[in-house]
């Protein structure tokens, strides 16, 4: 097969084309066995073990499955849980039941939707907790491979984007994509000439400031120039950069000396996590965050069978047996329990719940799969209200 591009189709993923190669052979081992047993196979992370992860990637997941014989069981999209209970048990976050011929081959094509996405989506949720209302923007597509641009902007705006930059991205969030100008148009026809081509949007332009001059004076020429300037952007290099903190405040300083107070300012290029704190106590109104977003660490999730026929079996260094990962809606403490029908009480004296629903019986979806708005609200409602303490240590 001839490929213009290095990406499997949608075809050859639903097929499980886009797999290790092991599977396949031991499918094959398998049909000359004639034996193909009924199992129980759960996903838990093995690491990085940080204090919460926000899980996203399930509706391809979904999406794969429909049409196999299997049942699916996960908690929802958006939904942020700890690698482990306070016990240390591994929490499940997704369990499939069936013939391990129904989904085998599927193993490597699941892990990348779930590892990858909730990788990026943790990572935008801690942006947002740290920025708070401040707005920022998933600009990271161009770090990538063109082929995963969507899966990026999805993920970062489940985790707490205001807003991406890709158009498919906008199509599959249900936005309208964000976007100032290239340094390309400045280069071109020079910045006044530039400036003047940005389109307003929702009654200002944003004008991108850095291309030519000292950013202190291009913001003061764009703000005389443009009677509708809504922002400037500084994405200042890196080797010209200095301390981007102090040009904040410096821009933010003159505009303001000479009328234009309202004229706000977007900050972008390089950004990291742990740079944001500063800049927006330096007077940056908004972000545009690329490469770190995008390029956030997967998540080690794994796929272990633990109950084959009804029997309870697993590999060394996992728990067998289906399990059901249980929270607590007043405290947010998780256990993991063996699956049971009853009362279980937390510690704190309320009524411990389920988290799993049930998503896929028999190839057909059995719950209400939601849009990406809804999982969006979940999730900000996930973060919002899950207890986190200051000294929490992340993996950078």
Avoid at 115 to 125: E, F, N, V
Avoid at 252 to 277: C, P, Q
Avoid at 305 to 316: A, D, F, H, L, Q
Wanted: proline content about 5%; overall charge neutral.
């Amino acid at each position: 097969m001839s490929r213009n591009f290095n990406a499997a189709t949608e075809e050859e993923i639903l097929q499980g084309k886009a797999s290790d190669v092991y599977f396949s052979r031991s499918l094959k081992g398998m049909s000359r066995s004639h034996r193909d047993p009924e199992v129980v196979a759960e996903f838990t992370v093995s690491g990085p073990l940080d204090p919460w992860i926000m899980l996203s990637g399930l509706d391809e997941v979904v999406n794969i499955l429909k049409g196999k014989e299997v049942r699916l069981f996960s908690i929802p999209e958006g939904t942020i849980f700890p690698p482990r209970d306070d016990s240390g048990i591994p929490v499940p976050v997704m369990r499939m039941e069936g013939k391990y011929s129904s989904f085998g081959i599927l193993e490597t094509a699941i892990l990348g939707f779930i590892c990858q996405s909730s990788g990026i989506s943790t990572y935008s949720a801690r942006v947002r907790r740290e920025l708070g209302s401040v707005p920022f923007y998933s600009f990271g597509i161009r770090r990538m491979h063109p082929a995963i641009s969507p899966m990026i902007d999805r993920a970062s705006y489940i985790g707490g984007a205001d807003g991406v930059s890709g158009i498919i991205g906008g199509e599959i969030t249900g936005t309208t994509p964000v976007g100032t100008m290239p340094h390309a148009l400045s280069i071109i026809y020079g910045d006044e000439e530039a400036w003047k081509m940005v389109s307003p949007v929702d009654g200002g332009r944003t004008v991108l400031i850095d291309t030519f001059m000292d950013e202190k004076f291009a913001a003061i020429r764009a703000a005389e120039l443009l009677k509708d300037l809504k922002m400037v952007r500084i994405d200042t290099p890196a080797s010209r950069r200095g301390k981007l903190d102090s040009i904040i405040r410096e821009v933010k300083w003159e505009l303001a000396l000479r009328g234009h107070g309202d004229v706000r300012i977007m900050v972008s290029g390089g950004l990291k996590l742990e740079n944001l704190s500063a800049l927006v106590k330096a007077g940056a109104d908004a972000f545009g965050i690329g490469t770190s977003i995008a390029s956030a660490r997967p998540y080690d999730f794994s796929m272990d069978i633990v109950e084959v026929e009804g029997n309870p079996v697993t590999k060394r260094g996992k728990f067998s047996g289906r399990k059901l990962p249980m929270r607590c809606e007043r405290c947010n403490r998780w256990k993991v329990v063996r699956e049971f029908s009853g009362d279980l009480r937390c510690e704190c004296g309320e009524s411990m719940k389920n988290v799993f629903t049930k998503y896929i019986e028999s190839g057909e979806l059995v719950s209400p799969y939601p849009n990406v708005a809804e999982i969006r609200s979940l999730a900000q409602s996930e973060l919002s209200r899950h207890p986190m303490s200051d000294q929490e240590k992340w993996q950078q």
